[in-house]
C-alpha cells in the first residue's frame, strides 16, 4: 500500500522559513519522479519543484526558484521541502507527490498530476 505523508507546515511570519517532509511507504523500488505542489482553495493546483529519487537535480517554478530547495534521504524514504523567505503568497495547503512510472526530474508541471500525493501540511504566512 503506498502512501505519502507529509509533515512539518504552520504558520510563520513573512521571512521566515519553514521545511516539509513528506515520508513515502509502499514502493518496490527507489526511483521515480516526486514532487511538490501546493493549492489555495479556489485556485489552481501549482507545481512547486520535482525530483528524481535516483538522480541530484532538482527543478523549481519560477516564484520559488532561489528561495525553495528540495532534498531526499533515501535510507529514511523522506523528501524535503526547505521553505526560506518565505512571503504570505506561499500560504497553501503544500502536497508531496509521486508517480512511480515516470522517470523525469523535470517535471515541475506534471507534478499536480502525479497518481500519488500526500494529505498536505497547511502553510500560512503572514
Known amino acids: 500500500h503506498v502512501q505519502l505523508v507529509e509533515s512539518g507546515g504552520g504558520s510563520v511570519q513573512a521571512g521566515g522559513s519553514l521545511r516539509l517532509s513528506c515520508e513515502a511507504s509502499?514502493?518496490?523500488?527507489?526511483?521515480?519522479?516526486m514532487g511538490w505542489f501546493r493549492q489555495v482553495p479556489g485556485k489552481e493546483r501549482e507545481g512547486v519543484g520535482s525530483?528524481?529519487?535516483?538522480?541530484?537535480?532538482?527543478y523549481y517554478t519560477d516564484s520559488v526558484q532561489g528561495r525553495f530547495i528540495i532534498s531526499k534521504d533515501l535510507t529514511k524514504k523522506l523528501l524535503y521541502l526547505q521553505m526560506n523567505s518565505l512571503t504570505p503568497a506561499d500560504t497553501a495547503m503544500y502536497y508531496c507527490?509521486?508517480?512511480?512510472?515516470?522517470?523525469?526530474?523535470?517535471?515541475?508541471?506534471?507534478?499536480?498530476?502525479?497518481?500519488?500525493r500526500g494529505r498536505g501540511t497547511q502553510v500560512t504566512v503572514s
Open positions: 509502499g514502493y518496490t523500488h527507489s526511483s521515480y519522479s
Open positions: 507527490a509521486a508517480d512511480p512510472l515516470c522517470r523525469l526530474d523535470n517535471a515541475v508541471a506534471l507534478v499536480t498530476g502525479y497518481p500519488h
Open positions: 525530483i528524481y529519487t535516483s538522480g541530484g537535480n532538482t
